[in-house]
């Protein structure tokens, strides 16, 4: 039997937004949201959306998440639904619910005693990630840290923002589409 190739797909690894899109984007946006919501942040937007752990919560989680994974090209909404779990869950998880919201008060008691300022407070990354640091042998930081890398990298949207194509068997598998084109190493 005779072993087919399939070609490898090269994947363009810069966003590309040219004007026309943009303003495309831009007007159905202003038209889909209301005047409050253009006024607020899109983070603040999505963090309403919190229903059991609240709009605070969630905004401190959102911060973690991007001090825990920097993407800087990932936008907000990518790290909104890797945390979102958190919120459904806890609806019928007390226990989850008592460790997140306990951990994030552990969180901003070390951020005080470290900078004193609550954890949202603190503006440079690398201080935020020093009070990370203090905490990342709790149960709270391992859920947090352990639910994003599922959350984030499991992500179909995002593949292409890392690099990576996909699933691969459908494909004959990467030893023959892929597997050596690597351009970063």
């Known amino acids: 039997m005779e072993h087919q190739q399939h070609a490898m797909r090269v994947v363009e690894k810069r966003i590309r937004l040219t004007r026309r899109g943009f303003l495309k984007g831009a007007s159905v946006g202003v038209s889909v949201l209301g005047a409050g919501a253009l006024m607020a942040a899109p983070s603040d937007v999505m963090a309403q959306s919190f229903t059991v752990l609240g709009s605070d919560t969630a905004l401190v989680l959102l911060k973690m998440a991007r001090d825990i994974f920097p993407h800087d090209r990932v936008a ?41 300022k609550d954890y949202l407070a603190i503006e440079d990354e690398a201080r935020r990630v020093e009070v990370l640091r203090a905490i990342e042998d709790s149960a709270f930081f391992q859920k947090i840290k352990g639910g994003l890398v599922t959350g984030l990298y499991n992500n179909p949207e995002l593949f292409p923002l890392f690099g990576y194509e996909g699933s691969s068997w459908e494909k004959g598998g990467y030893v023959n589409r892929g597997f050596n084109d690597i351009d970063w190493i």
Request: charged content about 20%.
């Open 76 to 116: 907000d909404k990518f790290y909104l639904h890797a945390i979102a779990p958190y919120d459904a869950d806890a609806a019928s998880d007390p226990a989850l619910k008592a460790l997140l919201l306990d951990g994030i008060a552990q969180l901003n008691a070390s951020a005080r005693r470290l900078h004193g």
